[in-house]
């Protein structure tokens, strides 16, 4: 599994406060096969990945109204999906479109695992196949406007 789908399965389990036990569950797999996962001794199946997102996406719905976390995908050129990433207002710094209009590229501030200080990560994507995550996106631009109280770089703990 890639660096950053392994921090990023890790850094969304913590955020929603759950063990690898649980996390585990939500996909059908021990805590121990959850566990070689986040630690890249083995790699994460597409299908468990898209179910775990599917899942937390859902979870944080139903107990947080105010929370959105929506899921971005590139697709191959037989149509098939995999996942790009993942976007949310809580974490939301701004986002800019190509010259063509075509792609958007969102701004996020994400906490790094490998140094524990804070730093902006940057996704883009085709807006064709995410429309989804546009009309996301330019809501929650609505609403953040100069709410930022951060330092880039800033260590969390």
């Not at 660096?3 to 990023?8: A, K, N, P, T, V």
């Not at 630690?39 to 996406?57: A, D, W």
């Not at 974490?91 to 063509?100: A, F, Q």
Request: with cysteine; charged share 25%; aromatic share 8%.
């Amino acid at each position: 599994m890639n660096d950053q789908r392994r921090l990023q399965i890790r850094q969304i389990r913590r955020m929603l406060g759950l063990s690898a036990a649980e996390t585990g569950q939500l996909v059908g797999v021990t805590e121990k096969a959850w566990q070689h996962w986040e630690s890249g001794i083995r790699n994460m199946p597409e299908t468990k990945y898209q179910l775990f997102l599917s899942k937390v996406g859902n979870q944080i719905k139903d107990t947080n109204n105010n929370y959105d976390l929506i899921t971005v995908s590139r697709y191959d050129e037989r149509g098939f999906p995999s996942a790009l990433g993942v976007l949310s207002n809580l974490n939301y710094l701004g986002h800019v479109y190509s010259e063509d209009g075509q792609i958007m590229c969102v701004d996020s501030l994400i906490l790094d695992l490998n140094t524990n200080l804070r730093r902006r990560n940057r996704i883009c994507f085709n807006i064709n196949d995410n429309d989804h995550a546009k009309r996301a996106v330019e809501r929650w631009a609505n609403r953040v406007k100069d709410d930022v109280d951060f330092n880039v770089g800033e260590s969390w703990l």
